[in-house]
């Protein structure tokens, strides 16, 4: 039975490779893109939700299985702290509740790695605000991927995150132990692992998935 699918975040870097797995894989569907701008992208299992995510009860009612969402931005493109939480936060809290609202039971979420609500970084301590705040939600699975430098070319340019990245992958086979999870990896890995659990969740609650889980999932 084909699982009925939401994701948020599909215009990204890594909401482009799981909108594309989950429209490859026929055990999805509808697949439901909810989204700020259109994608004009035809396919015959893919229902676009054009909508602000502040007004996201305007959308129709659909029945689903699962949501994933990959939403994020900086506090460069938002303008300002306050900004950034709001997407970062705001609206991911807020799509959770709408797909729980329509019956998701497992919400799939991409945060970062060393999230801590007492981190003195302000980018990780939101992301664990939004952590926390999903844990109350009520899905009955909750996978949080908990990603390093994420690896491949966005539409957007952003100079600085691809020395980052540069620098990263010079430094991976140093990386071992504890410093593992600071590895970077593709955004199509962290995409196939999370159409992986969404396919097989196993135990119930609240579950982190770090690089090598990731890798191994994917």
């Given at each position: 039975m ?8 599909a ?13 490859d894989?026929?055990g ?7 989204l ?18 502040s007004?996201?009860e305007?959308v ?15 506090i ?7 900004a950034?939480?709001a ?9 959770a509740?709408?797909?729980r609202a ?7 979420y ?16 939101v992301?664990?605000e ?8 009520g ?12 690896l491949?070319?966005r ?25 593992e999870?600071?590895r970077?990896i ?6 196939r ?15 982190r ?9 994917s």
């Amino acid at each position: 039975m084909a699982l009925a699918a939401a994701i948020a975040g599909a215009a990204g870097l890594t909401g482009q490779q799981v909108l594309n797995r989950l429209l490859d894989d026929g055990g999805f569907d509808p697949v439901v893109a909810v989204l700020r701008r259109p994608l004009h992208r035809a396919h015959p299992r893919l229902r676009e939700r054009v909508v602000e995510f502040s007004s996201l009860e305007s959308v129709t009612p659909v029945r689903l299985d699962a949501a994933f969402c990959t939403l994020g931005t900086t506090i460069r493109k938002a303008g300002s702290k306050e900004a950034f939480r709001a997407v970062d936060r705001g609206y991911v809290a807020a799509f959770a509740r709408w797909a729980r609202a329509n019956g998701a039971r497992h919400f799939l979420y991409v945060s970062s790695v060393a999230a801590e609500l007492n981190s003195a970084n302000f980018y990780l301590r939101v992301k664990a605000e939004t952590e926390r705040e999903l844990e109350g939600v009520g899905f009955e699975w909750l996978d949080i991927f908990q990603p390093s430098f994420l690896l491949g070319s966005r539409e957007e340019r952003r100079p600085l995150e691809r020395i980052a990245q540069t620098m990263i992958q010079g430094i991976q086979f140093a990386l071992t132990g504890p410093l593992e999870r600071y590895r970077g990896i593709a955004a199509g890995a962290v995409a196939r692992a999370m159409v992986a659990r969404a396919k097989a969740p196993g135990g119930e609650g609240v579950r982190r998935f770090l690089w090598r889980d990731m890798m191994e999932l994917s």
